[in-house]
């Protein structure tokens, strides 16, 4: 039982995660900033206003000595949510647990042998989604592969990888589709693993017990429910049928899950108390497909970062469950049934089909590369945003029953949710600049030699890596020096592929007629650059927005994920655009849109309006509309070409026009 948590610094997440334990969770579950994910110091310009917000920043080993510090890792069970910068926290894990071994007079072997938790670690998923990726596929499957050697041989009880169809779902993906790239994942990795030949034939049963997979789970919580059981087929068959695997054991389906946090509304958010319980019910109600550790979300994510009290109510449901419920005492309630067992093959024969498609181009990284699984992603949320504008999708306080009595919850206002105290990124700038003068420099240098050294072999780079943990590296110095070796990489968007087909007809082409006569108005066609700036990395709204633009008839710029106010700028004066548009999920708006606005003043392109969407609170949105943006969208403006018809407003009024 865990709640996601982290934000601010090391020492607030201490603080928060020792509440939580006593609390009666059982686990600890680590959210870390974007700098932290991106591999980013927090005085590197892409950081700026994202410092310890969606997580806790965790630059170097003394970060990570606070974070645990009272917390002995031995007896722990961690799971980290980090992918491109993996291999770095945990080997920061492994020595903060040396370290508290030695303090105590212990072997720290045995401790590090007791190690149990997760690294997420899956990089597949980030370039589809979630955009937490910092180097190619190629060299990004290679750090994975290290992890798995090593956790194997050093690390036994810890689980290198979290295979995540959490975010392939978030991102737009049907049952079908999210079983399909996760086995894909799986397979890629298990096959990468093999090929290294860094694991003995008869430890690979050891291999493919340690993988673990990380699942979403929607309202829809029958067909949720089947997707499970089709899951733990799959998972069975492939691994004793491609692997050989004949241990049951080592074949059993292993799965944490969080319930879907981007089908939280915005609107009348009281009722996502129960959207989380059913979709906790998908993950428990079948025995034989049951999640092996649940984290939910709490009820006002849509509207922020959450309080320690909405914390703990998530925590509490899983406790009622649990404890009050007879549901964990009986067998499997769904064998036998002809309509779960319809259900569960139509899921099985989509995603076999689909990932024999996959394997045919290459595997998962050329699919990546391609763009392929990108594009059925976009395509896939864009149809499904198409139902729920045209109410085939009833979503409760949203598109149907949207008349409310005034929520108490909210009765307080802005402070009805956490905030992160802008002091917080001013202290750790200044602690990572009192870091590095406080290393001895030669000592860094070596280690960072060494990791690029060991780089540009088939060395496994764990090794070099607790080298340069031990050293007092940072966190932006470990990934610059892969970088220096691997190179960098922006995955394709998936937007130039997708369409919003079947819209309905009329509104959208009232749209269409508008951005046509506007243009026609102003001599030329209408052109909007959609932009990521920060490293916030939910890219789907921006693309969705992109998709929606171009198919009510504007020209649409749109580069992709994590770019400076400054490349923004570049882009739309060099582009000529009419309208800029911002998408930020991560809280860093008050830095990041303000800089573009003031940015494109100093360009002489003032006149470019900016309009922004995001999770943006009510007195945000006042501060960013005072700064001189234009229009502020948040999640309650489900209906994208009304959203477009308020982007041909708000450029009409820019260009004095009627």
């Known amino acids: 039982m865990r709640t996601y948590a982290g934000h601010s610094s090391a020492k607030k997440s201490n603080e928060l995660y020792r509440r939580n334990l006593a609390k009666g969770q059982t686990g600890l579950s680590v959210a870390f900033d974007l700098p932290t994910q991106t591999g980013y110091d927090p005085d590197h310009e892409l950081a700026r206003g994202e410092v310890g917000k969606v997580g806790v920043p965790v630059s170097h080993i003394g970060d990570m000595r606070t974070l645990f510090d009272q917390i002995p890792l031995g007896g722990a069970n961690t799971s980290m949510t980090i992918n491109a910068t993996a291999m770095w926290l945990l080997s920061l894990y492994v020595t903060v647990a040396q370290e508290q071994a030695e303090a105590e007079g212990t072997d720290w072997q045995e401790i590090v042998g007791r190690l149990a938790g997760t690294t997420q670690n899956d990089i597949i998923k980030e370039y589809l989604s979630r955009g937490t990726y910092v180097f190619p596929p190629g060299p990004s499957l290679r750090l994975i592969t290290d992890m798995v050697a090593y956790t194997v041989q050093n690390v036994p009880k810890w689980n290198p990888i979290n295979i995540c169809s959490y975010h392939l779902q978030e991102v737009g993906a049907t049952p079908v589709q999210e079983v399909a790239y996760a086995m894909c994942t799986a397979i890629a990795v298990l096959d990468a693993v093999k090929d290294s030949g860094q694991v003995p034939e008869e430890k690979f049963g050891d291999v493919v017990q340690r993988i673990s997979f990380f699942v979403n789970a929607g309202v829809r919580f029958i067909e949720e429910m089947c997707k499970m059981r089709a899951f733990t087929q799959l998972w069975d068959e492939i691994t004793r049928d491609r692997y050989g695997i004949d241990n049951p054991k080592h074949r059993r389906f292993r799965y944490g899950v969080q319930v879907n946090s981007l089908g939280l509304t915005e609107a009348q958010p009281e009722n996502n108390v129960q959207r989380i319980v059913l979709e906790m019910l998908a993950v428990s109600l079948s025995r034989n497909a049951r999640a092996r550790a649940i984290q939910l979300p709490a009820w006002n994510e849509a509207l922020g970062l959450p309080r320690p009290w909405d914390q703990q109510w998530a925590l509490r449901m899983q406790q009622v469950l649990a404890y009050e419920t007879d549901l964990l005492e009986y067998e499997d309630l769904f064998d036998g049934s002809p309509v779960i067992e319809a259900k569960v093959n139509a899921i099985l024969d989509g995603a076999r089909e689909e990932i024999d498609r996959v394997q045919a181009m290459g595997g998962a990284v050329a699919a990546v590369e391609s763009g392929y699984m990108k594009t059925q992603m976009v395509g896939s949320l864009a149809d499904h945003r198409r139902k729920i504008e045209a109410g085939q999708q009833v979503i409760v306080g949203v598109n149907k029953f949207d008349t409310t009595e005034p929520s108490p919850l909210q009765a307080e206002g802005a402070k009805a949710i956490e ?222 070409t009304q959203i477009m018809n308020e982007i041909v407003d708000v450029i009409r009024e820019a260009n004095d026009l009627p």
Request: net charge negative; charged share 25%; hydrophobic share 45%.
């Open 419 to 640: 905030t992160v105290d802008p002091i917080a990124e001013q202290e750790a700038v200044e602690a990572i600049k009192a870091w590095r003068s406080g290393r001895e420099a030669a000592v860094v240098e070596d280690a960072l030699r060494g990791l690029r050294d060991a780089a540009k072999t088939d060395a496994n780079l764990m090794e070099a890596t607790i080298v340069c943990a031990k050293a007092g590296v940072t966190t932006g110095e470990w990934s610059q020096a892969l970088r220096e070796v691997f190179g960098e990489y922006r995955a394709p968007t998936g937007v130039s592929g997708a369409s919003a087909t079947g819209e309905a007809g009329a509104e959208l082409g009232k749209a269409r007629e508008r951005v046509k006569a506007t243009g026609e108005e102003l001599g030329q066609r209408l052109r909007m650059l959609v932009g990521k700036p920060g490293l916030d990395g939910h890219s789907n709204g921006a693309e969705q927005i992109a998709v929606r633009a171009r198919d009510t008839g504007f020209e649409v710029v749109y580069q992709g994920i994590r770019l400076t106010a400054a490349q923004i700028v570049s882009a739309a004066v060099q582009e000529g655009v009419h309208v800029v548009g911002l998408s930020i999920l991560s809280g860093s708006h008050l830095d990041a849109v303000p800089a573009v606005v003031e940015g494109l003043r100093a360009a002489g392109a003032g006149d470019i309006p900016v309009v922004v969407g995001g999770i943006i609170p009510p007195d945000d949105a006042e501060v960013l509309t005072a700064k001189g943006v234009a229009r502020v969208f948040t999640p309650k403006d489900y209906e994208m």
